[in-house]
Every structure is written in C-alpha cells, then in structure tokens.
C-alpha cells in the first residue's frame, strides 16, 4: 500500500506539473508497476500478464471505435450539416453556440456511454470552431463536461448507475427488511442529471471567460484562418466575405460580373441562381435576376453598392455558408515558376476561373501587392488583366479539392501546405447512417458488448468504404488510447492492494459521529477522490457497500447513500483521467492546469448541486 501511495502521488505530480507529456507520463507508471511487481513482496502490485490488458478493455476499444464511427461520419459531411444546422440556429457567439452544443450532447450521453457521445460530436465542434473562429479549446471543454453530467439524467447513462440496482439487489439478500432498498426505475435520476447539465452550462456561460483557456486556434492560410483575417495581415486587404441577394427586376440584369468587379473594385466569387451554385464563376457571366452572389470586399464598398442598386446584404453567409467554409474553401498562395507557360498571359486570357477555379484576389511582386481591393500604400488595379511575370506570388480563393489537383501540375507551385486534403464521400452517407444506427440499436436494445456493438459499426463503415483502413487508424487518437490503457493497471493496484479499502475506512473513521448530511457529503467527497485514481466501476463496487452500512448506522436510507456515490463518481473534472477529459485534451491543446483550474469549480457545483437536489427530492 505504501508503494502504491507513492506511486499515486508521483503520478500526480508529474500529471500537474507536465514534466513529461501526459500519455508518456501515464505508460511510465504502466512500466514502473510491472517492474515494481516483480520485486519480492510487491508481488501484487500488477500480474505481468496481465499488465497490458488495458489495451484491449471494453473502455478502450470503445473509444477507438466511436472515433472511427465518428470519422466515417465526418467522411461524408453529415458532420458538416450538422454543424452547418447548429450555427444556422445558434449564430456564431460562444453564448449561443455552448448551450446548443453541451445541451445536445448531454442529453444523447443520457442514453449511450458519454464517451461515444462527445467522440462522434468532436468533428462537429472542429468545424464549428473553424468556422466561427472561436478557438476549439473554449468549446471542447463545455461540451465535454455535459458528456459527463449528461451520464447522470438516466440508469444507463454511466456504468455506475447501470451497475448500482445490481449492487442494491445483491446487498438486499443481507439486510433485514426494515431496511430492503427499492430499485431505482430508468428516469429516476433525471431531476439531477438536469440540473447539473444546466449548471454546467450556465457555468460556462457565466464564468466561461476566466475558466476556459483562450489560446487561438491555428491560424495558416491553409488551416482555416478567416480569408478577412488572412489577407489583412498578410497583404494588407481589408475584406469581408458577404453575400448579396438580387431581387426580381433588377437594373443589373444583363450587366457581367467583370464589370461589377472593376467598377466597384470587389471580387464576386459565387454566384446562386435557379437552385444551382457556382464556385468562382467566370467573370463574362452575366447576371440573372433573381440570384444571390458571394462578394468578397470592403464591407462598407458593398453596402454602398448595394444601396445604389437595389440589394440586400446579408448579415451572414446563407446558401453559401456551407460551400464557403474554410474546411471546404479558402485562401491560397501559389508562385509562378520560371519555366511556366503562363507568364506573359493574364487571369482572363487563361480563363483560370473556369479551367482551375481559381478567383484571383491579388498578385504580389517585388514587394509590392497588385489587387482590385484599394489599400493604403497603393491604388486599385484590375489583376485579371495583368500579365503574370516569373515569382509572382498569386492570392486567390479556391476549394482545396481544386488546390490539390494543382498541386499536381507544373504551372504553379503551390506554396500553401496546410490546407485540407480529405476526400469527401457524401454518396457514402447511406451506409455510413445504416452502421451508426445499427450500432445504436446494439447497445440499447441488446446485451451485447459496447466495444464489440460499436466495433460492430466501425468494421461495417470500413467494409462498405465510408473510410479506407488507412483512414480509420488515422482516425484514432492513439494519445487518449495509450493514455487510458496505461493508467488502468494503476487503479487495478490500488484496489488490489487493498489500498483503496484501507482509505476509505481511514476517512470514515473521522466521519464517524457526523449527522446525517456530513455524512452523505463525506462518501460523495470520497467517491470524487477515488473516480480519479481508479475506474468509476471500480470506486462504485467498493463504496456502495460501504455507504449502505453507514446509512444503517447512522439512520440514514442506505438507497440514497448508495445512489450519492454511484452520481459523485461521474464528478471527474479536476484531471483528465476520465476518458471524455483525454478525449479532448489533445485537438484542444488542453493542460493539466487547464483542467484543474475550470474542473475545481466544477467539482464544487457538481457536489452542491447533486447533495441539493437528491435530499429535496428524496
């Protein structure tokens, strides 16, 4: 035990102070066990047989399913719509976009394991995240927390609820019948699991600006930067991307979008007309009311234009949001070489709108930026019809699918690297939602395994080609996999040890005496220490007992105290142990201080506000 303690509180330390990265600090516990064990007398520490099993436990192999499950649904931009849906809905400020987000995910966790939920949600805030420009590690973390609180609104929401009418029926068999415990029906729970999924969101949303980590999110031309943002810092452009909305009878019908562009020095790089969208559209088309166009300018110059002619312009993008998302488009950098056969042509004469989708914003050549946009160092030039020279550098807006296919050429040298390249599979979306729902329907409507119900859906995605086997493994976070396998020795050895036990009576022995509410606070405090150490199955089988004989004693009801520690071990916010917390600790560039700082408060709240609710309703 005292070995074990030792290696606890090493662990601790170099999880808070991050001497090493997290996921190696956790596979050199797993070492330090398995050599440990094999010393005389510690013999119990670990079984070397055992030691990995970890990587091939339900928990584990969960998560790399879901995520594989989740990737495959991503391939075919369902996640996209869904977060298209979400933005459309909530508009694209923290305040309404976390409560959307956390709510959602809270309430599908009350019904399947809260790792599965927030993991299939995950490429759903990646993208909002893009989108909005809010950075992804004020967004994971709200989301991540209502996974968890969501596991409390029903008994099958967590492992710990599902097990806890087990525990009670076994501990029955030995309780005189003054003190049978009732089982506890599906929905019992649900007044506790709301409130604390509300205060969780309102949380965030109170005290999100000082809890929450504000580090910006990747910012390359490729990786989803704004194009305002972009061209301002880089070229000086100010920018806004808008969209604009031509009425019937309009006095543009028949004018072209060359002449527009010129006119009022602004690029129109989409155009809507009739149910069907263009991408960059050629500069000769001439416009047909109605329609909507995607311009790219001063917002000030639009609206300008927009009050001369007659047009509406949109506070947000509309029809183009999807199709203009910087997952999808962006801006780019390509340089002209000096063996191209472009140079001495211009954009128009090479028509590079219709043969590359290619919208040319600017051209910068020695020093200087060309661009149809006026900046403050130099006048507005018409780049379409501008020769291109060797080492020019051009600026323009296109979708990445037609990036990579240049990349491919000898024309130009794409100088843009981080852009994304996925392929994306949308005829695929029937098989991919079949194999979802099949996995679904598994785990709520059968006995079988979690893992081996969600690999269930993984294999089929992988078989039907939603994702390519290599696009499944890339799919996996293998940071949160080794993180998670290498600790559960850990918890396996101090419940082995009978450290666990030999805790728990120390810390009830100075319960002893307290009322009835000390009491329950205790085993809640309690239950909260051990579901950081050890699996939260685990700190339930241990403490339900325990909590059951104090209740007696104390002439408390056994069902409640036993009910306080299966809801207190979902109370693991402080580190990222839990399997939700190491699922987004890593795309969100989490530290463990992050975690200590926002998941403190939050383990106050959560133990205020389930003691509140369980004693006024009980």
């Known amino acids: 035990m005292i070995v074990v303690l030792l290696i606890l509180g090493a662990t601790i330390v170099l999880f808070t102070t991050e001497l090493f990265r997290i996921d190696f600090t956790a596979i050199l516990v797993m070492v330090v066990l398995g050599l440990l064990s094999q010393v005389s007398g510690l013999e119990n520490l670990a079984d070397p047989s055992k030691l990995f099993d970890g990587f091939a436990s339900n928990a584990v192999i969960s998560i790399i399913a879901v995520m594989i499950i989740g990737a495959g649904l991503d391939k075919t931009g369902l996640m996209s719509r869904v977060a298209g849906a979400i933005l459309k809905f909530g508009g694209k400020t923290e305040v309404r976009i976390i409560p959307i987000i956390s709510g959602t995910v809270g309430v599908i966790s009350s019904f399947m394991q809260n790792v599965g939920a927030a993991a ?144 009022h020095n602004l690029y129109i790089i989409g155009s809507y007309h009739r149910g069907q969208k263009w991408f960059t559209p050629v500069l000769d088309t001439q416009i047909e009311d109605p329609c909507r166009l995607a311009v790219l300018g001063r917002r000030k110059v639009i609206q300008q234009m927009a009050d001369a002619y007659g047009l509406e312009v949109l506070p947000e993008l509309d029809i183009f949001a999807e199709s203009y998302a910087p997952t999808v488009a962006g801006v780019a950098e390509l340089v002209i070489p000096p063996d191209s056969d472009m140079i001495g042509q211009s954009a128009r004469d090479l028509s590079m709108r219709k043969t590359m989708g290619l919208g040319l914003l600017a051209i910068h050549r020695s020093g200087e930026t060309l661009s149809l946009v006026e900046t403050e160092e130099h006048d507005a ?16 807006f296109t979708a990445w699918d037609n990036l990579a296919r240049i990349s491919q050429g000898r024309e130009m040298v794409v100088v843009t690297a981080d852009y994304p390249r996925d392929e994306l599979r949308p005829h695929k979306v029937g098989w991919a939602l079949f194999f979802f729902l099949l996995a679904l329907s598994l785990i709520l409507f059968t006995d079988l395994k979690l893992s081996l119900a969600l690999l269930t859906g993984a294999c089929g995605m992988i078989a039907a080609n939603v994702l390519r086997v290599d696009e499944a493994y890339e799919a996996v976070s293998w940071q949160t996999v080794f993180l998670l396998a290498s600790l559960i020795p850990l918890g396996q050895a101090v419940q082995a040890t009978g450290t666990a036990t030999w805790i728990a009576h120390q810390i009830l022995v100075v319960l002893d005496g307290w009322p009835i509410w000390g009491l329950q606070a205790g085993l809640a405090l309690l239950a909260t220490g051990f579901t950081l150490v050890m699996s939260n199955v685990g700190a339930t089988v241990l403490l339900v007992p325990l909590a059951i004989s104090i209740a007696i004693e104390a002439g408390g009801d056994p069902a409640i105290f036993a009910l306080t520690v299966a809801i207190s071990t979902s109370n693991s916010f402080l580190i990222p142990t839990h399997q939700v917390n190491a699922l987004i600790m890593g795309p969100a560039g989490y530290k463990v201080t992050d975690f200590l700082r926002s998941g403190g408060i939050m383990t106050v709240l959560f133990l205020l506000v389930s003691l509140t609710v369980m004693n006024v309703i009980y």
């Open 381 to 396: 030039t018409n780049v379409g019809r501008e020769p291109f020279k060797a080492g020019d550098t051009l600026v323009a």
């Open 120 to 263: 299939l949600f995950l490429p759903v805030v990646s993208r909002i995240s893009v989108r909005t420009e809010i950075p992804l590690s004020r967004l994971l973390m709200p989301m991540g927390f209502c996974a968890i609180l969501g596991g409390t609104m029903t008994m099958v929401g967590s492992s710990p609820l599902i097990l806890l009418n087990d525990l009670i029926l076994s501990s029955n068999e030995g309780l005189p019948e003054a003190y049978q415990m009732e089982s506890f029906s599906l929905f019992s729970v649900t007044p506790i699991g709301i409130c604390l999924v509300v205060t969780g969101i309102l949380y965030f949303l109170l005290l999100g600006r000082w809890v929450l980590p504000g580090q910006s999110s990747k910012t390359d031309a490729g990786s989803g930067r704004s194009v305002r943002e972009y061209l301002k810092k880089i070229y000086g452009l100010k920018s806004d991307l808008v969209e604009v909305v031509v009425p019937e009878g309009s006095i543009l019908r028949g004018h072209s979008f060359a002449d527009m562009m010129v006119a």
